[in-house]
């Protein structure tokens, strides 16, 4: 065999190993929502963070099996105060999910759902109408969520870029108030560079706005730890917005300041963020209806 064929050989059986490697590395790449900002799914860039994803960096994910089962058990108080006698279990995505097959998750038993809609004033879920409507559309009670960046534009052009981008209420009795997600600052300091007081007027501002423009307030969603040390006791919102608290653990734990009760209860990251609705599913319904 002349020199030439055996090389045309080796070439095309290492063509063929390359093919195969990059087809065995294809089916152990991650899910298209673990993959690294910036590169596979558009919309990922800068100002698009999920739901929790800097808590679970700063405070990390301790959620085990049995965390999953004692979410879905009644937790002390229910949302409306009362002696909690059951949950209604939940999820929440972004982009980073792509198109949802909510019929998937419809028969894992999931009711309701929080969907992404922007960060600061310039991201938007580009997947946005997919997710919210598709939940809609299966039959969940569904909701909109804003990435809050308190230190790019006041608390009232937030409100009403998310607002204005997804984030509204309509009395269907299958939409949830929006949500303001208040969690550890992505690109610089915890606190986002503002006192407890600065930062208690920021979430006033954006709270304020919100009920202005639909007549609701916002859902708080955020973490004991970074409620205490970025507004601690310089704002009490128990008494107008339902708490939405992020603890990945079995327990909900200690509560925000004054909140005497959570309202939904962000438990894990697996295999997507999971909730729970501290609750009935008539009580989901009086929460969407108004």
């Known amino acids: 065999m002349g020199i030439g064929r055996r090389r045309w050989r080796a070439a095309a059986a290492a063509a063929v190993a390359g093919s195969l490697s990059a087809l065995l590395l294809g089916a152990l790449a991650p899910a298209a929502a673990e993959v690294a900002p910036d590169t596979e799914r558009p919309g990922h860039g800068t100002h698009n963070h999920a739901l929790g994803s ?66 600061g004033t310039t991201y938007e879920n580009p997947y946005f109408a997919q997710q919210y409507n598709g939940s809609y559309n299966v039959g969940m009670i569904r909701g909109a969520y804003h990435f809050a960046l308190p230190n790019n534009s006041s608390g009232a052009a937030q409100a009403n870029f998310f607002v204005d981008n997804g984030g509204g209420w309509s009395a269907d009795g299958k939409t949830l108030p929006g949500v303001i997600d208040m969690e550890y600052n992505p690109y610089g300091s915890t606190c986002y560079g503002k006192s407890q007081s600065q930062m208690a007027a920021w979430v006033r501002d954006f709270h304020d706005t919100y009920y202005s423009r639909t007549g609701r307030h916002p859902v708080i969603y955020t973490s004991t730890s970074w409620w205490n040390q970025c507004v601690g006791t310089a704002g009490d919102f128990s008494s107008t917005s339902p708490l939405w608290v992020a603890r990945y653990a079995s327990s909900v734990g200690e509560l925000p300041y004054n909140w005497g009760y959570h309202t939904f209860w962000q438990y894990t990251s697996t295999p997507i963020d999971q909730n729970t609705f501290n609750g009935s599913y008539s009580r989901l319904q009086v929460l969407a209806t108004g």
């Open 54 to 119: 800097q808590i679970r960096k700063v405070e990390g994910d301790g959620s085990t099996a049995r965390t999953k089962q004692r979410a879905l058990q009644p937790q002390g108080l229910n949302s409306d105060g009362a002696d909690a006698y059951a949950t209604v279990p939940g999820i929440d995505v972004s982009s980073w999910q792509g198109n949802v097959d909510w019929n998937y998750w419809w028969g894992q038993g999931k009711r309701f759902a929080y969907v992404k809609a922007t960060e």
